[in-house]
């Protein structure tokens, strides 16, 4: 049946309870979050434009490599502290079609949204296919890391996404001045946008590697010629955090995992502060991130008997590097576990650009996933002693769980290994649906 | 053990320009098998405008992106001869992506643009619209089965004075058109492959240990040395999906 390219608005209605009841449908038979959204960019291609375009204070858009999802996450609380309506597209279907999907699931019986403002977390692929559909009115650009390069090609690749979503941002845009690549995209912005950075403080500065230069000691960005920064994350130990917005110290505490995690959280401040501008209050502001939790996956814990376990997403060398350098090794029990699905990238060269040195004191004690193999070797050549290879996830979890005595465990896991161990998780302990 | 005692220098070309998908993971496994085999391996990082070693074994060189292959453009024409010379004396090299593609005759970009080489290898590469991308395997008769990933969008072309490194089982390798990966010309080795390329292909790493030996000593005595682990991941990778 050849798809009709666009509707009479009587017909919108229609397609719109269309979308819903398929919806409920497969969300009753656990089907996946974007398949909703798929045949509504079939049957109403103009959907997700049109319905982005009633909320009053627009659209905004999270993109960049590492730390898309809890940085969105940050973003809405904050948001919503202020006594904002905020639409989001939690599920992480992170592109259009889950964008319709969520909308979907977010529009009352009437098609109304309901919301005063839209943020959305997209991939560099999709946030460039997104923004040809709806120009945003911010765009937060966190990093360009090497990620996945196996679909986007090269780093400048990406960098050139993110310059277009730069481009058709119309109020303002966001930068992490502290990556050089995002820091360039100031050049993309189009005339009468605004640009607003966040950035890190000197001494953090050294402690946060960017991605050039594991076998290059120079620290990620000079001091000079950085432009200035709206919120700078100035120190932090353990939860206790300073932030130096406008140039006065505020104190806050953030319970996440990593000094990367803590950066974005600067990030989603700085946009907070750029869509609420002379109605921000600031008290409340620091309270809700001290309410800030991560994402699914992203440090969370769970309770296995009278251990905790800590799942950690790994998808890049410098995201596994900072989160190796989160924690002493010998605190923990370590579990590590690689797969190299289509979602998690096929190609595992990355694994050779994080050293693993702090791992040899207290060793690994499983290594799982579908290129098991290939982290046991990579390991090897640091000297990190592993206690088990067991490529097949379930078994592995269950044998880190039993013998890996009573220290706290962490697993390092890339993204479907992440969803697998969750999956087997559920069945021995209580974990948050997602 | 006096053979502990001889050094073998392992030089780094451009690490910080033209170093991606795990271009350090040869570099380490490289020095590793150096030291298992008896030897004391020295790592020298070598950057544009640094003074280039009086005395170099090995030479590893890797990919990089368009941007970094530019910046290094100029330096690598100003240590070219000693390259050439180098090579030419039997000194074991590995280059990788990048590096390959300019250790050939040109690189001539989809805009036209021409990217001179150190001719080293007789080959000519241009710029393609599609990448390949994918895990790979070849076979060669001197290095058995190679496994490893490929992502470039250049198709190099060997002219006749130059050999294949490899013939693709699986894959891409070098274009589109002929079924051949990487180059070979005396005992410089070009590839498309990373993943890292010498971790799980330790014969590779043997070879060029060996030579820079037999270059700068004059024998070699091969350790045993147990690569169970490299076996099992080899066999993983060569099955996994494209």
Same mark, same amino acid.
């Given at each position: 049946?050849?798809?009709?390219?666009?509707?009479?608005?009587?017909?919108?209605?229609?397609?719109?309870?269309?979308g819903q009841?398929?919806?409920?449908?497969?969300?009753?038979?656990?089907?996946?979050?974007?398949?909703?959204g798929l045949?509504?960019?079939?049957?109403?291609?103009?959907?997700?434009?049109?319905?982005?375009?009633?909320?009053?204070?627009?659209?905004?858009?999270?993109?960049?490599?590492?730390?898309?999802t809890?940085?969105?996450?940050?973003?809405?609380?904050?948001?919503?502290?202020?006594?904002?309506?905020?639409?989001?597209n939690?599920?992480g279907?992170?592109?259009?079609?889950?964008?319709?999907?969520?909308?979907?699931?977010?529009?009352?019986?009437?098609?109304?949204?309901? !919301?005063?403002?839209?943020?959305?977390?997209?991939?560099?692929?999709?946030?460039v296919h997104? $923004?040809?559909?709806?120009?945003?009115?911010?765009?937060?650009?966190?990093? $360009? &890391?090497?990620?996945?390069?196996?679909?986007?090609?090269e780093?400048?690749?990406?960098?050139?996404?993110?310059?277009?979503?730069a481009?058709?941002?119309t109020?303002?845009?966001v930068?992490?001045?502290?990556?050089?690549?995002?820091?360039?995209?100031?050049?993309?912005?189009?005339?009468?946008?605004?640009? !607003?950075y966040?950035?890190?403080?000197?001494?953090?500065r050294?402690? #946060?590697?960017?991605?050039?230069? &594991?076998?290059?000691?120079?620290?990620?960005?000079q001091?000079?010629?950085?432009?200035?920064?709206?919120?700078v994350?100035?120190?932090?130990?353990?939860?206790?955090?300073?932030?130096?917005?406008g140039?006065?110290?505020?104190?806050?505490?953030?319970?996440?995992y990593?000094?990367?995690?803590?950066?974005?959280?600067?990030?989603?401040?700085?946009?907070?502060?750029?869509?609420?501008?002379?109605?921000a209050?600031?008290?409340?502001?620091?309270?809700?991130?001290?309410r800030?939790?991560?994402?699914?996956?992203?440090?969370?814990?769970?309770?296995?008997?009278?251990?905790?376990?800590?799942?950690?997403?790994?998808?890049?060398?410098?995201? #596994?590097?900072?989160?190796?350098?989160?924690?002493?090794?010998?605190?923990?029990?370590?579990?590590?576990?690689?797969?190299d699905?289509?979602?998690?990238?096929?190609d595992?060269?990355?694994?050779?650009?994080?050293?693993?040195g702090?791992?040899?004191?207290?060793?690994?004690?499983?290594?799982?996933?579908?290129?098991?193999?290939? &982290?046991?070797?990579?390991l090897?050549?640091?000297?990190?002693?592993?206690g088990?290879?067991?490529?097949?996830?379930r078994? !592995?979890?269950?044998?880190?769980?039993?013998?890996?005595?009573?220290?706290?465990?962490?697993?390092?896991?890339t993204?479907t290994? &992440?969803?697998?161990?969750?999956?087997?998780?559920?069945?021995?302990?209580?974990?948050?649906?997602? | 053990?006096?053979?502990n005692?001889?050094?073998?220098?392992?030089?780094?070309?451009?690490?910080?320009?033209?170093?991606?998908?795990?271009?350090?993971?040869?570099?380490?496994?490289?020095?590793r098998?150096?030291?298992?085999?008896?030897?004391?391996?020295r790592?020298?990082?070598?950057?544009?405008?640094?003074?280039?070693?009086?005395?170099?074994d090995?030479?590893v060189?890797?990919?990089?992106?368009?941007?970094?292959q530019?910046?290094?453009?100029?330096?690598?024409?100003a240590?070219?001869?000693?390259?050439?010379?180098?090579?030419?004396?039997g000194?074991?090299?590995?280059?990788?992506c990048g590096?390959?593609?300019?250790?050939?005759?040109?690189?001539t970009?989809?805009?036209?643009?021409?990217?001179?080489?150190?001719?080293?290898?007789?080959?000519?590469?241009v710029?393609?619209?599609?990448?390949?991308?994918?895990?790979?395997?070849?076979?060669?008769?001197?290095?058995?089965?190679?496994?490893g990933?490929?992502?470039?969008?250049?198709?190099?072309?060997?002219?006749?004075d130059?050999?294949?490194?490899?013939?693709?089982?699986?894959?891409?390798?070098?274009n589109?058109?002929?079924?051949?990966?990487?180059?070979?010309?005396?005992?410089v080795?070009?590839?498309?492959?990373?993943?890292s390329?010498?971790?799980?292909?330790?014969?590779?790493?043997?070879?060029?240990?060996?030579?820079?030996?037999?270059?700068?000593?004059?024998?070699?005595?091969?350790?045993?040395?147990?690569?169970?682990?490299?076996?099992?991941a080899?066999?993983?990778a060569?099955?996994?999906?494209?």
């Amino acid at each position: 049946m050849p798809t009709p390219r666009f509707l009479s608005p009587v017909m919108r209605p229609v397609t719109r309870l269309i979308g819903q009841g398929i919806r409920y449908a497969s969300a009753r038979r656990g089907g996946g979050s974007a398949f909703p959204g798929l045949v509504m960019e079939k049957i109403d291609p103009g959907f997700v434009a049109r319905q982005l375009a009633t909320l009053p204070r627009g659209v905004v858009v999270v993109s960049g490599t590492n730390g898309k999802t809890t940085t969105t996450k940050m973003t809405v609380q904050l948001l919503e502290s202020q006594g904002l309506r905020v639409f989001t597209n939690r599920t992480g279907s992170n592109f259009v079609r889950g964008v319709a999907a969520a909308l979907l699931e977010r529009l009352d019986l009437f098609g109304r949204l309901n !919301a005063d403002i839209a943020v959305l977390e997209l991939d560099e692929a999709h946030a460039v296919h997104f $923004v040809k559909l709806f120009p945003p009115r911010y765009a937060l650009l966190l990093n $360009v &890391m090497r990620d996945q390069l196996d679909r986007f090609g090269e780093i400048d690749t990406t960098r050139k996404m993110l310059a277009r979503v730069a481009a058709a941002t119309t109020g303002t845009v966001v930068l992490n001045r502290e990556d050089p690549r995002i820091r360039r995209l100031a050049e993309d912005v189009r005339p009468g946008t605004d640009i !607003a950075y966040y950035g890190l403080s000197e001494p953090l500065r050294e402690r #946060f590697p960017s991605d050039d230069e &594991m076998r290059d000691k120079r620290p990620a960005a000079q001091a000079e010629g950085l432009p200035a920064a709206g919120v700078v994350l100035q120190s932090f130990e353990g939860t206790d955090t300073v932030l130096r917005v406008g140039g006065r110290e505020l104190r806050t505490d953030i319970h996440l995992y990593g000094i990367y995690n803590i950066f974005n959280a600067a990030g989603a401040l700085a946009l907070t502060l750029e869509v609420m501008g002379d109605q921000a209050r600031e008290e409340v502001l620091l309270e809700e991130l001290s309410r800030v939790t991560p994402a699914f996956g992203r440090g969370e814990s769970v309770r296995l008997g009278d251990r905790t376990l800590q799942l950690l997403l790994v998808k890049n060398p410098a995201g #596994f590097r900072l989160s190796l350098a989160s924690a002493t090794g010998a605190d923990y029990a370590t579990m590590i576990a690689i797969n190299d699905e289509y979602a998690d990238g096929r190609d595992v060269s990355w694994l050779w650009d994080v050293d693993f040195g702090t791992l040899a004191p207290g060793g690994v004690d499983v290594v799982s996933g579908t290129r098991a193999y290939d &982290m046991a070797l990579r390991l090897e050549h640091d000297d990190v002693p592993v206690g088990a290879v067991e490529p097949e996830l379930r078994t !592995a979890l269950r044998r880190f769980a039993e013998g890996s005595g009573d220290k706290p465990m962490r697993v390092f896991c890339t993204y479907t290994s &992440m969803l697998a161990l969750r999956r087997e998780l559920a069945t021995m302990t209580e974990v948050e649906e997602i | 053990m006096t053979r502990n005692e001889r050094p073998l220098t392992i030089l780094q070309l451009y690490p910080r320009d033209m170093n991606i998908y795990g271009d350090w993971g040869n570099v380490l496994s490289l020095s590793r098998r150096a030291r298992r085999h008896g030897y004391a391996p020295r790592l020298v990082d070598y950057n544009p405008g640094d003074a280039f070693p009086e005395e170099v074994d090995i030479l590893v060189g890797g990919g990089g992106q368009d941007s970094g292959q530019s910046v290094i453009q100029e330096d690598l024409h100003a240590i070219a001869p000693r390259l050439r010379r180098l090579a030419e004396d039997g000194a074991p090299m590995l280059v990788i992506c990048g590096l390959y593609q300019l250790f050939g005759h040109d690189f001539t970009t989809v805009d036209g643009e021409v990217l001179r080489g150190i001719g080293i290898f007789d080959a000519h590469t241009v710029g393609g619209r599609e990448r390949l991308i994918g895990n790979i395997v070849t076979e060669s008769e001197e290095f058995g089965r190679i496994v490893g990933y490929e992502n470039h969008s250049g198709l190099t072309t060997l002219g006749p004075d130059v050999q294949r490194l490899g013939t693709v089982v699986k894959g891409e390798g070098n274009n589109l058109e002929d079924d051949h990966e990487g180059a070979r010309h005396r005992n410089v080795i070009g590839s498309y492959l990373h993943g890292s390329l010498l971790p799980k292909n330790p014969r590779i790493s043997d070879f060029l240990v060996e030579a820079a030996a037999r270059r700068r000593y004059g024998d070699f005595a091969p350790a045993e040395i147990d690569d169970s682990l490299a076996e099992r991941a080899r066999e993983v990778a060569a099955g996994r999906p494209r």
